[in-house]
């Protein structure tokens, strides 16, 4: 059974970093198919950065060059680095990995900024 776990969300100040983590299981580690999705309260879920299956990272134009995805290859994870955070990054952030064809969830870190 394929699973995700996320970790390292948190409060911190607009201007502050933060670096999330995605462990997997049940599977083979792979970055490719796999990518941060967020979402805000009362708005709907979002791309953050996807990773394509030839191994390019996408990154949705209100981060770039504020994140950085990247594999820890000693821990098998898959980790976003977020720096110069503002308060619309707050949210909950989900790691994802399309596997066959089906997406997996994990169940989210919350990432709160504030001003």
């Known amino acids: 059974q394929v699973q995700l776990v996320e970790s390292g969300g948190g409060l911190v100040q607009a201007g502050g970093s933060l670096t999330l983590s995605c462990a997997t299981s049940g599977i083979i580690f792979s970055i490719n198919g796999m990518g941060w999705y967020r979402q805000a309260p009362g708005k709907q879920r979002e791309l953050v950065v996807e990773?394509?299956?030839?191994?390019?990272?996408n990154y949705a134009d209100s981060v770039k060059g504020r994140f950085t995805i990247s594999r820890d290859n000693f821990r098998n994870t898959l980790d976003l680095q977020m720096n110069n955070l503002k308060p619309e990054d707050t949210a909950v952030y989900y790691c994802t990995r399309v596997v066959a064809g089906i997406p997996y969830w994990g169940q989210g870190t919350q990432v709160t900024v504030s001003s």
């Open positions: 990773v394509t299956s030839n191994g390019s990272a």
